[in-house]
């Protein structure tokens, strides 16, 4: 883990409060201080295996001159010592630290079997004891090292992989204003800006070539080896890089949106946030510690109190070693960065690591329409006076006075009402904003708009809830929406909105595999019945999976419901879904979506056809964290017994020096099937 300080900040003081409660810390002055800490402990690890390997070759090969010879006997209790506490000095390091803490870690099992075998030997050496194990703790210290070492280097560069993305972000581009090349930090892009992108660089944001051509490299986000060529006109996507070529952009979004921040986002949440699902790892881990630690002593009194007095110690120490279940901290660090690449290149933001394994066990997956069941292209198609008579001379002035209202609101409704009057009527909004001015102006929720004009005309726009709240009782339901404009507080004319909503493409395939997958998924509208019934037939689900005529505070009681249910999904755009994204177990939003809205939510989607890879994603991700336990476990209950000496009887037993090497082999084991091309449920397909 790496974490970036203020130069003002009293580092050594953090240092220290980390190695107290069991840690190691370190202070980086850039890559070569790294390098440096990477090479001494690389000199460390050489010292140890060449040591050992002469202390092994005499005691296996030489035992009589061990005996026979002072100076080779002296020359072995040296480098015994040194490797036991200068080289494995990092595992009693650790084991004090985490002892202080009252944590029971790894490195304690490490520390009790070598040090077990080196103070026996120890004591053999001046009373001059036959057998002596002076190789067995050295062998295993230095077996260890190296499996740390290799295991430190395979993880760099597979479990860093979501923080190797960051070394292709752009740190500084060149864009236009105000007639001149500025060149600032990618933070202070923002939509419409035009950027120059040159040869070698990454696009920092999705925009659009509007000058020149080039060939993009899109292998970051996609795989694609082939750079593909792009022109005037063309979309590009942030994190490609251009390979040849020179184009000017325009940006579709501010930087915050994009795919690099979303990166910076993940990164963060990576190393700072912990699952239930790496909880109980951690705490099985340290009961786990204590369980094996009873075991080797007891197999220990067993087999002395039995009169095998050699092979109680080989049961002690071998016990303890082999039991030594390292990569069990591997098991949810691999799979998660796993899922992590996989969301990255296909550029949905997870800010949450973890939404991974929630997702998988959710039960419940609720979908808001506007915006993400139906696409935010809302048209109206109908736009009727619901009176017998009124006066066809004050039409126009109702059209330019809701016109101006549903100007300042950013609601897919109130677009698609702007455009139907400004196209249908010929009604330009600069003009009608000069005749009527509004001295109050509030969008609900939910709801709609009410705003107030020239102290004389009041204006309500929404849904039938709006009307209700302000006293308007309308009738009538054959209608999606309503504007209302009363005149003097007294003349009430009423119009009701008919409109067309399109579902965006891919939903009928989320619900099918959503199905498949026997969850349960329903859909939040603040639209009427008749409109949640037009829904219903569109998708072709259950009448009782649609909540209509829901404002804010009912999306949140109906979460809370369901919740007592199981995990919960929620997926949305708007800013009355804020809210919701607080209270459920994952919140799913859109780049297009309102600022607090993808604030407040784990995932951030392009759009909603990429809700399915998440899903697919996520199962890979969980199956990955149970397949993970499953081999670390698996393979400590199958030898533990065989260390103990249950076989004993048949010949089977495991050496303790080998028994550290079965202990690598598990780690390497682990780190090979999540860091391969090895797949479980990953991928488009």
């Known amino acids: 883990m790496f974490i970036k300080l203020k130069k003002y900040i009293d580092t050594q003081k953090i240092i220290d409060e980390i190695k107290n409660i069991g840690y190691d810390a370190k ?29 092994f070759i005499v005691s296996m090969f030489f035992h009589n001159l061990l005996h026979s010879n002072d100076f080779i006997r002296g020359l072995v209790l040296f480098f015994s010592t040194f490797v036991q506490f200068v080289n494995g000095f990092k ?59 290799i295991e430190g280097r395979y993880k760099k560069s597979g479990y860093g992989s979501i923080l190797n993305l960051l070394i292709y ?23 419409g800006d035009v950027i120059e992108i040159l040869k070698g660089q990454s696009v920092p944001v999705d925009g659009q070539i509007i000058e020149g051509q080039g060939m993009f490299d899109f292998n970051l986000l996609f795989g694609e080896n082939e750079p593909v060529k792009l022109g005037t006109g063309q979309e590009v996507l942030a994190g490609s890089i251009l390979v040849d070529g020179n184009v000017k952009m ?133 736009f009727r006076v619901l009176a017998n008579e009124y006066d066809d001379s004050i039409f126009n002035t109702l059209l330019k006075l809701i016109l101006v209202a ?71 339901q054959d209608f999606e929406a309503f504007a209302v404009v009363i005149e003097d507080n007294k003349n009430i004319i009423t119009i009701g909105i008919r409109i067309v909503e399109e579902l965006n493409p891919g939903v009928n395939d989320i619900f099918e595999s959503l199905r498949s997958r026997n969850k349960e998924f329903f859909v939040l509208t603040g639209a009427n019945q008749k409109s949640a019934m037009n829904l219903i037939e569109q998708l072709k689900i259950d009448p009782q999976r649609i909540f209509y005529s829901v404002d804010a505070v009912n999306k949140v009681k109906i979460m809370e419901n369901l919740k007592k249910n199981g995990l919960t999904v929620f ?38 056809s990429q809700f399915n890879e998440l899903i697919k994603i996520s199962d890979g991700v969980f199956k990955k964290l149970k397949f993970n336990l499953f081999w670390v476990f698996g393979y400590n209950v199958l030898l533990v017994p065989v260390a103990m000496g249950f076989f004993y009887s048949l010949g089977i037993t495991v050496n303790p020096m080998l028994a550290a090497v079965a202990m690598i082999l598990s780690d390497f084991s682990l780190l090979f099937f999540n860091l391969s091309n090895i797949k479980l449920s990953f991928g488009k397909g």
Not at 263 to 287: A, H, R
Not at 331 to 349: D, F, H, T, V, Y
Not at 578 to 588: A, E, F, H, I
Request: hydrophobic share 40%; net charge neutral.
């Open 27 to 55: 202070l980086e002055q850039g890559y070569g201080h790294g390098d440096r800490e990477s090479k001494i402990e690389l000199i460390n690890v050489i010292v140890a295996s060449v040591l050992s390997l002469f202390i």
């Open 169 to 191: 972000k752009p740190q500084k581009v060149s864009l236009y204003r105000e007639d001149s090349l500025l060149t600032v930090d990618v933070d202070e892009i923002r939509e």
């Open 91 to 149: 595992f009693y390091r650790n084991t004090f630290y985490s002892l202080k803490s009252g944590i029971l870690n790894m490195d304690l099992l490490i520390v009790v079997s070598t040090t077990t075998a080196y103070f026996y030997s120890l004591y053999g050496y001046f009373y001059g004891f036959h057998d002596l194990y002076f190789e067995t703790s050295a062998v295993i210290i230095a077996v260890v090292l190296i499996g740390k070492y």
């Open 250 to 382: 325009k940006a579709y979004n501010d930087y915050r949106s994009s795919f690099w921040k979303g990166i910076e986002s993940s990164v963060y949440g990576l190393y700072t946030k912990t699952s239930n699902y790496q909880k109980f790892i951690d705490k099985v881990s340290g009961n786990f510690v204590v369980i094996v630690i009873i075991l080797a002593i007891l197999s220990f009194f067993y087999w002395y109190l039995s009169g095998n007095k050699s092979f109680a110690l080989n049961a002690l120490i071998s016990t303890l070693i082999i039991a030594c279940p390292c990569a069990i901290g591997l098991a949810s660090p691999l799979a998660i960065n796993k899922g992590m690449i996989e969301a990255a290149k296909r550029q949905i933001i997870v800010k949450d690591p973890y939404v991974f394994e929630k997702i998988s066990k959710s039960k419940n997956f609720v979908f808001d329409k506007t915006g993400t069941i139906t696409n935010r292209n809302v048209k109206v198609k109908d």
């Open 406 to 476: 549903v100007s300042k609101s950013k609601h897919p409704l109130s677009l698609g009402i702007k455009e139907y009057i400004t196209e249908n009527y010929g009604i330009n909004l600069y003009t009608a904003m000069k005749e009527y001015t509004a001295e109050y102006y509030n969008e609900i929720t939910s709801r709609g708009i009410v705003a107030r004009f020239n102290n004389k005309y009041s204006v309500f726009i929404g849904n039938h809830s709006l009307l209700e709240e302000n006293g308007l009782n309308i009738d009538i």
């Open 571 to 608: 997926v949305g755009d708007g800013i009355n879904d804020s809210l919701v994204m607080n209270v459920v177990d994952v919140g799913v939003s859109f780049e297009y979506g309102s600022d607090i809205t993808q604030n407040s939510a784990s995932v951030t989607l392009k759009n909603i």
